[in-house]
């Protein structure tokens, strides 16, 4: 049972190839993972004001938080059991 709100901040773009590789991964473990945490997605096109407040120089990357703030952060593909580590040091466990 999720105790904290967890969410996952997945910084990309459309034109941003390996981003592309890092949203397989993480719809994978979003199906596994189911409801212990949300994606959310920002275009770092439309979103600047946000990517400029995150201070996201590279993509994709990947914030990891919970109600007590940032507990990691990713640059780069990153793969899946790094992510997972991330989200049960946030407070997420598989059913």
């Known amino acids: 049972m999720r105790h904290m709100s967890i969410i996952v901040k997945d ?3 459309d034109w941003c ?3 592309k590789t890092q949203d397989a991964i993480l719809e994978e473990i979003e199906a596994d993972w189911e409801g212990e945490f949300e994606i959310e997605k ?3 096109d ?5 990517a400029n ?8 990357t990947l914030v990891v ?3 007590d703030g940032i ?19 946030a407070g997420a466990a598989i059913a």
Do not use: K, M
């Open 11 to 13: 910084f990309y773009a």
């Open 17 to 19: 190839g390996p981003c």
């Open 42 to 44: 920002v275009d770092v």
């Open 46 to 50: 439309r979103h600047t004001d946000l």
């Open 53 to 60: 407040e995150y201070q996201v120089r590279s993509l994709p």
């Open 65 to 67: 938080e919970n109600e």
């Open 71 to 89: 507990v990691d952060r990713f640059i780069g593909v990153t793969q899946r059991e790094a992510i997972e580590d991330a989200l049960r040091e």
